[in-house]
């Protein structure tokens, strides 16, 4: 395999961890952030995920799943 060729798999292969990678830390910041909004508004049990998916048209679909023992007044942070 000449030299173009193996470099460009090399890049191929750092471009798609560093694309993991990204993922990852996005998915958590997201459940971070989702799961403090919603506890202004309930009382979460357990773990709270975030979901990513790209749809065939390049869109994406967020899917949040979380549980709730009760909903509360809404608290306002100032």
């Known amino acids: ?3 173009s060729k193996l ?3 090399r890049l191929k292969r750092v471009l798609l961890q560093d694309k993991i ?3 990852e830390g996005l ?3 997201l459940e971070g952030d989702v799961a403090m909004l919603l506890g202004y508004y309930m009382t979460l049990i357990g773990e709270l995920s975030v979901n990513i ?4 048209e390049g869109n994406y679909q967020i899917n949040i799943s979380a549980k709730a023992t009760n ?3 809404p608290q306002i942070v100032g």
């Open 1 to 3: 395999m000449n030299e």
């Open 7 to 9: 470099m460009a798999k």
């Open 21 to 23: 990678v990204a993922y």
């Open 27 to 29: 998915t958590k910041a």
């Open 53 to 56: 998916d790209v749809l065939d």
């Open 71 to 73: 909903i509360n007044a």
